[in-house]
Nanobody, 124 residues
Framework: QVELVESGGGSVQAGGSLRLSCGVS????????VAWFRQAPGREREGVAG????????YHISSVVGRFTVSQDSASNTVYLQMNNLKPEDTAMYYC?????????????????WGRGTQVTVSS
């Protein structure tokens, strides 16, 4: 089993920054990719960013490129999402998820394990 626990969410003004953390524990040997998803009220859950654990190669959706950066600390088994220049449209519940080897990075059924989420609220 793999457990994912998110933290670091909160309320900020537009233009502000937050750093989300995803602590990964359990048997993670077969988990090769960790991603961040978000879900706003009334909207579908969407992928935001992700990272291959072994290589450090990272991916971000177009709307967050230049503002968000996904990274990892292998020693502590933690994946981060640094969010800068936040916009009101970034408001959502943010989840981290782990996949063995996603063929499609942003397809939700590629991910076997999910955290319970951390809320990000951006005011204008």
């Amino acid at each position: 089993q793999v457990e994912l626990v998110e933290s670091g969410g909160g309320s900020v003004q537009a233009g502000g920054s937050l750093r989300l953390s995803c602590g990964v524990s359990g048997d993670t040997r077969s988990m090769n990719f960790v991603a961040w998803f978000r879900q706003a009220p009334g909207r579908e859950r969407e992928g935001v960013a992700g990272i291959y654990i072994d290589t450090g190669s990272s991916y971000h959706i177009s709307s967050v490129v230049g503002r968000f950066t996904v990274s990892q600390d292998s020693a502590s088994n933690t994946v981060y999402l640094q969010m800068n220049n936040l916009k009101p449209e970034d408001t959502a519940m943010y989840y981290c998820a782990a996949s063995l080897n996603p063929r499609l990075l942003w397809r939700r059924d590629m991910y076997k394990y999910w955290g319970r989420g951390t809320q990000v609220t951006v005011s204008s």
